[in-house]
């Protein structure tokens, strides 16, 4: 079991401004914090700093070769992380945002490449549960939105199923109940024409061409 002074329950609607800024401030010096998504639990870490998101790597074990998306605060930020926008992601940004949709942008140069695991693309995503949403608007960059689990094992909707590894090696737990669970995240990459549907999820693929043929 993990250090019970290192989870710290938050309401899931009104999350406690003070545990927010309290897991702002380690992901500010480069921690490492366990926190809800819409669906799943997700670890935060500064995108930007790339020792940060090798901890990431390192608590999930996960390959190299796979990249991790980030979320960030609103549309603003895509102009620091994407190489451009193209009008199918602006359509898709608006019917979509916050919510179930990561897009799959072209990265710029700036963006660390273990994040993009070499591929030059970087998914991106604005949460939709009140303590992500609040943690990406506290802290005004981007954080890293991967599940907490083990590379290839299933995601978790509560803290009580997490890998006592990832729960050990990580510097804060926000608990926030059991969430929804269910599939994560719809990732169409844009950088494609027509845009590409990597993985169908919260958002179907009728939904997704319906907006785009509007």
């Given at each position: 079991?993990?250090?019970?002074?290192?989870?710290?329950?938050?309401?899931?609607?009104?999350?406690?401004?003070?545990?927010?800024?309290?897991?702002?401030?380690?992901?500010?010096?480069?921690?490492?914090?366990?926190?809800?998504?819409?669906?799943?639990?997700?670890?935060?870490?500064?995108?930007?700093?790339?020792?940060?998101?090798?901890?990431?790597?390192?608590?999930?074990?996960?390959?190299?070769?796979?990249?991790?998306?980030?979320?960030?605060?609103?549309?603003?930020?895509?102009?620091?992380?994407?190489?451009?926008?193209?009008?199918?992601?602006?359509?898709l940004m608006k019917?979509?945002?916050?919510?179930?949709?990561?897009?799959?942008?072209?990265?710029?140069?700036?963006?660390?490449?273990?994040?993009t695991a070499g591929?030059?693309?970087?998914?991106?995503?604005?949460?939709?549960?009140?303590?992500?949403?609040?943690?990406?608007?506290?802290?005004?960059?981007?954080?890293?939105?991967?599940?907490?689990?083990?590379?290839?094992?299933?995601?978790?909707?509560?803290?009580?199923?997490?890998?006592?590894?990832?729960?050990?090696?990580?510097?804060?737990?926000?608990?926030?109940?059991?969430?929804?669970?269910?599939?994560?995240?719809?990732?169409?990459?844009?950088?494609?024409?027509?845009?590409?549907?990597?993985?169908e999820g919260m958002?179907?693929?009728?939904?997704?061409?319906?907006?785009?043929?509007?």
């Open positions: 079991m993990p250090d019970p002074g290192k989870i710290i329950r938050i309401d899931p609607v009104t999350p406690e401004p003070k545990a927010i800024a309290g897991a702002g401030s380690i992901i500010q010096k480069g921690g490492v914090v366990i926190f809800p998504t819409q669906c799943l639990y997700g670890i935060a870490a500064d995108a930007l700093n790339e020792k940060a998101v090798e901890k990431v790597f390192n608590i999930k074990k996960r390959p190299t070769k796979n990249p991790i998306l980030v979320l960030v605060p609103d549309q603003s930020f895509l102009e620091d992380l994407a190489e451009s926008i193209p009008e199918p992601a602006r359509k019917a979509f945002w916050p919510g179930g949709l990561t897009l799959v942008c072209r990265a710029k140069p700036t963006v660390p490449k273990c994040l591929s030059g693309k970087l998914g991106i995503r604005i949460p939709c549960h009140p303590a992500a949403k609040a943690l990406v608007n506290f802290l005004g960059f981007p954080i890293t939105g991967t599940s907490a689990n083990l590379s290839g094992k299933p995601g978790c909707d509560r803290i009580s199923s997490l890998d006592p590894s990832i729960l050990e090696k990580s510097d804060l737990i926000l608990d926030a109940g059991i969430l929804k669970g269910g599939i994560g995240s719809t990732i169409v990459d844009v950088t494609a024409s027509p845009v590409h549907i990597l993985r958002i179907s693929e009728n939904q997704i061409r319906r907006i785009l043929t509007n």
